[in-house]
């Protein structure tokens, strides 16, 4: 049985801003049922929900600063979890990383600085729990500077350092490495310098014992000068120590037979309950009920990453066919008020929520006939696996988890039964407004169609085996 650290800056459902916290709040459970000892450790939030009781378990003292460690638990689950309290940095509002106008809070560095010392101090025991990990596995640039800090200890954990998305690399200031009070020896341009910046992203990826990625795809895709920002050479150079798990989905949460979101839950035994989602979706929405028009889905992050701007180009031709779109997202502005203008001008065939709402996103998931998944780059997305369990044909894009998870349809992924989705290459409208096209296509064949609807059902997208492929590189470490 191995001990087992998870660091990371957020974890469904106790707080959450898009996939690392799903990831965070089911990847440990799997693990768990592994028979693992495995804590998470994360920052005590103003918003994090604990249901659990929470208790007081140590103190210690970090850059002169008092800090206490509670106890809870990850909810309805046995899994321990660590909070780092410090109020003075995580007693703020709403979301972790950014203000109400969407501003990053102005001492970020400062926070996931501390945050990382703090957890380093946890990993060497220095809180005298009598328990020390033989792995501690870090998530994105808000635990950068663990592996860093920690190869400059005596025997310690082992690290893993996993990418969620390349694009966050936690950049700041020259002047903040004196404010930071790193040590000298982590500074240079092998270490934690980048282009004259301090890269919190790097710690990770040039100290981690292990690097991995969420997808195998995207693990190729961030050695090359496309996805990599700049980074791309240090991967190449790790690649011996680099590669891609595929993430697994909470099947707890996400499962169309027991998902308590859902008015009418329903299986591919009663595939025909579908369809009364579908129409309270419209209804939700106020757009017109009606079984037969297919009905088009978006949820997530309305940033470029996404490929927004792929779907505002294809949108007013889009919009003169026969279909519903419906949307549920925030982010950029820009593509917030471009989207609710021509909601307005087509209120019959296009709705929208701009903001996060859990129950909507089940709904949505549940009563669209087709998800719009068109990203520039996706180092793995749920989404589109949500959307193939609850029978609903994913639209992606051919990069990172979205290649490795979706089957496009030809001829002969129909004729042996893999075809899942509708998968296009090229990141532009163009290619995007075919993929669309061949969409209704087949859902004019309703025979076809269900059968894809199946197919995507009946895939195995749990954690189970991703879990055990993490299981033996800790054991490998
Ligand atoms: P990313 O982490 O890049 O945003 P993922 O597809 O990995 O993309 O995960 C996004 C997660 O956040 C999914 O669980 C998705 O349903 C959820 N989500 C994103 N935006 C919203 C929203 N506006 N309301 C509810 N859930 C959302
Ligand atoms: C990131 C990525 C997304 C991935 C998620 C969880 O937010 O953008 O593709 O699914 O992390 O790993």
Redesign the pocket.
């Given at each position: 049985m191995k001990k087992i650290l998870f660091v990371t800056s957020e974890a469904?459902p106790l707080i959450?801003?898009?996939?690392?916290?799903?990831?965070s709040g089911s990847l440990p459970k799997a693990l768990a049922e592994l028979d693992q000892d495995i804590r998470i450790i994360i920052p005590n939030y103003q918003a994090l929900k604990a249901t659990e009781s929470v208790r007081f378990l140590f103190s210690l003292r970090v850059d002169n600063r008092n800090i206490n460690i509670l106890e809870t638990k990850l909810p309805d689950s046995k899994v321990i979890v660590w909070l780092v309290d410090y109020p003075t940095f995580f007693n703020y509002p709403g979301n972790p990383y950014v203000d109400e106008f969407g501003e990053p809070w102005v001492n970020n560095a400062e926070r996931f600085a501390l945050f990382c010392r703090v957890v380093v101090e946890v990993a060497m025991d220095r809180g005298y729990q009598d328990w020390k990990p033989d792995v501690v596995h870090c998530n994105d640039w808000q635990t950068g500077l663990i592996p860093a800090l920690l190869s400059l200890e005596h025997d310690r954990p082992a690290t893993v350092f996993t990418i969620?998305?390349m694009a966050y690399q936690g950049l700041y200031p020259v002047s903040d490495v004196a404010l930071l009070n790193l040590p000298g020896q982590l500074w240079h341009p092998e270490g934690l310098e980048f282009h004259n910046h301090l890269s919190f992203i790097k710690g990770g990826l040039v100290y981690s014992d292990f690097i991995t990625t969420?997808s195998p795809t995207y693990a190729l895709e961030i050695q090359t000068a496309e996805y990599g920002y700049g980074l791309e050479g240090l991967l190449e150079y790790r690649k011996d120590t680099l590669g891609g798990i595929i993430?697994g989905i909470d099947l707890d949460q996400w499962d169309p037979n027991t998902d308590t979101y859902l008015p009418h839950k329903f299986s591919v035994a009663a595939l025909d309950q579908k369809l009364l989602n579908k129409t309270e979706l419209q209804t939700r929405f106020s757009l017109p009920s009606n079984e037969k028009v297919p009905l088009f889905g978006l949820?997530?992050?309305l940033v470029e990453?996404?490929g927004i701007d792929l779907i505002m180009d294809c949108l007013p031709e889009m919009l003169n066919m026969d279909l519903q779109f419906v949307l549920?997202?925030?982010g950029d502005k820009v593509f917030e008020k471009q989207l609710q203008d021509l909601a307005l001008q087509y209120p019959d065939k296009m709705a929208l929520?701009?903001?996060?709402?859990?129950g909507?996103?089940?709904l949505i998931?549940a009563g669209s006939d087709v998800f719009l998944?068109p990203?520039r780059f996706?180092?793995?997305?749920?989404?589109?696996m949500?959307s193939q369990r609850y029978g609903t044909i994913p639209i992606v894009r051919k990069t990172g988890?979205l290649a490795d998870t979706v089957t496009d349809t030809l001829p002969e992924s129909i004729l042996n039964n893999t075809a899942s989705g509708i998968v296009f290459n090229e990141a532009s409208a163009s290619s995007l407004l075919e993929a669309i096209k061949r969409a209704l296509i087949l859902y004019s064949i309703p025979d076809s169609w269900k059968k894809m609807q199946i197919t995507g059902m009946e895939k195995d997208f749990s954690w189970q085996k991703s879990a055990e492929e993490y299981l033996a590189l800790y054991d490998s470490l």
């Open positions: 469904h959450k801003t898009g996939g690392l916290a799903d990831v969620h998305n969420v993430n949820i997530g992050r990453q996404k549920l997202g925030s929520k701009i903001g996060y709402d859990e909507l996103a089940h998931e998944m990203s996706e180092p793995c997305g749920l989404n589109q949500y988890g």
